[in-house]
């Protein structure tokens, strides 16, 4: 295009003179006709063909790199299903428990007792997700194996993790029958009977079966109290069932509710010795902890890791806001004030946040007061210790005799401390008071962790989704994407191994979703500076476009205003 | 939940208090240099007065963008005051800032408020809050019309602030707060929140100026703002100790626009009861850190029966362990079916640390190709060189 045009330019002045041969009247030409040459069509089509090119160089390239570059990326997430979830209309967790009926052989009609039984538990429940389902146990026992069965009480069969309890039912000559015993360290419920109380073929209703249904009912109350509390608070959909509760259950289930600790796979146990003097400034701690604490934290391993470290600070003095400790002429003691305790803990110069680790922190402060000050106690009842929900306790040892503080605690005196702080340990954690069982209690906080990491990671979801539509402008990266879905693939494995009434899967699963559903939500690469005023707009793409868009825009308007002339004149 | 907030006042009357079981401080001062001294000096104030109050440091988000004690135009090095009486040095010898300097950014702020932070942040720089933790927000600096500025470099703007407590709320990372500003037209900042249950109060209203309360003529600028002067004025010398009983009310209704110099405002409609319940809040659910401590009961278990107990939990769990053993070495089919199940479970987390394997050994790859390729050329550039050279 460009060697034609520019061979014609010379050429044009050329053939401008020629028509008009005399020079006079050439002037006269001149003088009236100042108008440059006619544009040959040619270098009319180049031109327009020069702009059209710069248009489409913006709006080819320009325009799809401006809208890439500028784009944010937003992964798609699963928002319906998300938003299901939280709603919990995809997975209402049931809790079917298995429970193993052991009857020696004597009874005939084993399975007629345990449909009977069974029919009397129904009508007793009142809390259709929670479900005892009795089964008869594969192995019966021999008939002299179960008076030997009461002294090995671990020689059941245990080894069946579904299982949630085991009855056994054993037929004694002596003693008010029927009794019940609940093992303490055993899922093991022992049910002795007459043989006169085995139900008869022609009837339908027997003592020994109303009796077992209303033992297990009895053994199982707190936890359906518990889960149908879990069940009410976690979603509007299942309000009904509050009044199920009565109002004392639910002002105390509420009072645990904020005492607990938020479920953690790993607790970091801080243990400390306060002291306002030097002594003592050592303590037997690890031999103490390892024979108080360390069964009891064994014991919950299945649920959560614990991790531990201990500190003594000397000259630990009290916060000057609080009030100092008064003697009490009556109980010849000094005391504190119940409502100075929140401030007992002085938290702005006594180092007991650590940071360490990942999970969050348990405290447990000892403090032994000084000589003079000693015994110190709480004003309102005695007592030398309380807890602080969701933080940890404190214990004051006093010292038993008036002899001297000892310059190190040995473990013995630190028994009453130990003993204190497991207490407070367990009411932390949420272990139920109730029943006698330690394997019962322990699954049942299986069960309740388990359905509130559900509830939780759901409404993690349920947020993350709010967030992705309320917010179209935070980039969503893939990685948040990938977690979703893992997240849904743990929830509904852990939904139907509850289903299934396997509940230690059930909070596997369960805890991998809260992870993943954590970490989808608190995504670092999902902040925006979200908002800019329009005013911030025009004035970074104003300097930047104007002088380029104005010769362009301009040249378009001409060329299509001169193109609709030509065109009229035709 | 609707039936539950309805019965709980009425059962739970003593337990009214533990609605909440933390506190939380953000204090966040937004201005550098030497004579925007007072801004650093209003977060220092009220920083120690929920200090005094009774939160713990670790639950204390302290921003501060400039050191005004260590400033060299500082007349007396080590100290900061809010009164020219200089009585007390709120810099003391127990602050603990978390964020100083080029650290207190918009994004930094938003990022802490919504807790997307990186995994190596130390614990004492995030706010690890829950849905049961109150939290007090204070800002100041200079602001305008719906932004305030962060260090003359960048703004944050109502609708980032309220976009950033709308996912809090979403996340269930607060109970109540208290959002309390002490910049121009401050009222404006919380015009644009929308998650319930923020208290928010300012110190003044759109095209009003916040000023400043005095200066010292011996460090030489001004020392307080007037709002925050009067709300520590209150704070100091009313609420005494962490048991006092005042109300959010009583603190709302000590400011006097005469002495303020402008129109504090109040922002209730958001709080569930809206004014009458917000107004009856304490002022020490927010400024304080009352926790209610549960007495253990005077009866202590016996002792002899507790040791006993310990060790049957031993030994049950050493019996645990010992069926475990044994079933794992005698009965490999068991073994077998255990594994099994428990296969789905470890999965993802095996392929994702496979995932992650093979991307690093990837980039390793394409990285060393580039190298010999840089260094191929380099040679070659060298080569061409030394032949024209000798050419």
């Known amino acids: 295009m460009a060697p034609p045009e520019g061979a014609d330019a010379p050429a044009a002045p050329k053939a401008d003179p020629k028509p008009s041969d005399p020079p006079s009247e050439s002037i006269v030409a001149s003088r009236t006709n100042k108008q440059p040459p006619a544009e040959t069509l040619e270098s009319l089509w180049v031109r327009r063909w020069v702009i059209l090119s710069f248009w489409a160089v913006v709006a080819c390239l320009g325009l799809p790199m401006w809208w890439k570059t500028t784009a944010i990326y937003r992964a798609d997430l699963p928002l319906q299903d998300m938003t299901d979830w939280a709603d919990g209309k995809i997975c209402r967790p049931v809790f079917p428990l298995r429970i193993a009926v052991e009857a020696s052989p004597q009874v005939q009609d084993a399975h007629r007792l345990i449909r009977t039984t069974q029919h009397a538990l129904d009508d007793l429940n009142e809390f259709s997700a929670h479900h005892l389902r009795l089964i008869l146990a594969d192995l019966p026992l021999p008939a002299n194996a179960s008076q030997q069965a009461i002294i090995d009480g671990t020689s059941s069969t245990g080894d069946d993790q579904d299982i949630a309890l085991s009855v056994r039912l054993i037929p004694v000559e002596t003693g008010e029958t029927p009794r019940s015993h609940l093992q303490p360290y055993a899922p093991t419920l022992d049910v002795y009977y007459s043989p006169n109380q085995i139900p008869s073929a022609s009837s339908t209703a027997s003592p020994l079966a109303t009796f077992v249904a209303h033992e297990l009912h009895k053994i199982f109350a707190d936890e359906q109290a518990r889960l149908s509390y879990l069940l009410s608070a976690s979603s509007s959909g299942h309000a009904t069932k509050w009044k199920a509760l009565s109002a004392e259950t639910a002002a105390e289930l509420q009072r645990q509710s904020t005492r607990v600790l938020k479920y953690a796979p790993t607790y970091h146990l801080t243990f400390s010795l306060f002291t306002p003097t030097s002594v003592p400034s050592a303590w037997d701690i690890e031999p103490a902890l390892r024979q108080y604490l360390t069964p009891l934290l064994e014991s919950f391993a299945t649920i959560s890791n614990f991790t531990i470290d201990t500190q003594v600070q000397l000259y630990a003095t009290f916060s000057p806001s609080i009030r100092q400790p008064e003697y009490d002429e009556d109980l010849k003691a000094w005391t504190l004030r119940k409502e100075d305790l929140s401030g007992f803990i002085n938290a702005a110069e006594w180092p007991l946040s650590p940071s360490i680790g990942e999970g969050p922190t348990v405290n447990f402060a000892l403090y032994v007061p000084e000589q003079s000050q000693s015994p110190l106690l709480v004003k309102e009842n005695g007592a030398s210790s309380w807890l602080v929900p969701q933080w940890g306790g404190v214990a004051i040892l006093n010292p038993t005799s008036s002899a001297a503080i000892p310059k190190a605690l040995a473990k013995e005196a630190l028994v009453p401390a130990m003993q204190t702080f497991s207490n407070q340990l367990i009411s932390l954690l949420g272990l139920p008071q109730t029943p006698a069982s330690l394997p019962l209690r322990l699954s049942t906080l299986t069960r309740v962790r388990a359905a509130s990491l559900i509830f939780s990671a759901s409404s993690t979801l349920g947020a993350l989704a709010q967030v992705y539509q309320k917010m179209p402008s935070i980039p969503v990266p893939d990685s948040v994407a990938k977690s979703v879905d893992l997240t849904l693939g743990h929830l509904q494995q852990a939904c139907d191994h509850f289903r299934d009434g396997r509940f230690q899967g059930a909070l596997e699963h369960a805890r991998i979703a809260e992870a993943q559903a954590e970490k989808a939500f608190f995504e670092r690469s999902m902040v925006g500076q979200v908002y800019f005023p329009d005013e911030h707009k025009v004035a970074v793409y104003l300097p930047l476009l104007g002088p380029v868009a104005v010769p362009l825009v301009m040249a378009a308007l001409k060329e299509i205003k001169s193109g609709i002339a030509t065109l009229r004149r035709r | 939940m609707k039936f539950s907030s309805a ?385």
């Open chain 2, 7 to 391: 019965l709980l006042p009425l059962l739970l009357a003593p337990l009214g208090a533990c609605e909440h079981t933390s506190n939380w401080a953000v204090l966040v001062g937004t201005s550098r240099f030497w004579f925007n001294y007072r801004h650093l000096a209003n977060v220092l104030s009220l920083y120690r007065t929920v200090k005094r109050l009774g939160i713990p440091d670790s639950q204390i988000i302290l921003m501060l963008p400039d050191d005004m004690a260590c400033n060299p135009r500082n007349a007396f090095p080590g100290t900061v005051y809010n009164n020219a009486d200089r009585a007390l040095d709120l810099y003391g010898d127990n602050i603990e800032v978390d964020y100083r300097g080029y650290e207190v950014t918009v994004e930094n702020f938003i990022r802490l408020m919504t807790d997307r932070v990186a995994e190596d942040m130390p614990r004492s720089k995030r706010l690890m809050t829950d849905e049961r933790s109150n939290i007090l927000v204070y800002m100041t600096g200079h602001g305008g019309n719906e932004f305030l500025k962060f260090q003359d470099a960048e703004e944050i703007s109502a609708y980032d602030l309220a976009d950033a407590f709308g996912q809090m709320w979403e996340k269930k990372r607060y109970h109540e707060m208290l959002f309390m500003i002490d910049t121009c037209q401050a009222n404006t900042m919380y015009s644009k929140f929308y998650s319930p249950n923020i208290l928010a109060t300012g110190s003044s209203e759109i095209d009003q100026s916040s000023y400043s309360h005095h200066a010292d003529n011996d460090v030489g600028v001004a020392v307080i703002d007037r709002y925050t002067y009067y709300n520590l004025e209150f704070l100091e010398t009313q609420v005494r100790d962490p048991t006092s009983k005042l109300t959010m009310g009583d603190l709302f209704d000590s400011y006097d626009e005469a002495k303020i110099h402008s129109h504090p405002g109040v922002r209730y409609d958001l709080f569930e009861g809206g004014e009458a319940a917000a107004r009856s809040r304490l002022v020490m659910d927010f400024f304080g850190n009352v926790q209610n401590v549960e007495l253990d009961g005077g009866e202590s278990r016996n002792e002899t029966q507790w040791q006993e107990e310990l060790a049957a939990i031993e030994r049950m769990i050493d019996e645990a362990k010992r069926r475990h053993n044994e079933s794992l070495s005698v009965r490999p089919l068991a073994e077998h079916l255990v594994e099994e199940a428990e296969q789905p479970q470890p999965q993802p987390q095996q392929s994702l640390k496979a995932g992650a394997v093979r991307v690093d050994e990837e980039s390793g790859w394409q990285k060393q190709v580039v190298g010999a390729a840089a260094l191929l050329g380099c040679a070659g550039l060298w080569a061409v060189g030394s032949w024209l050279e000798s050419a």
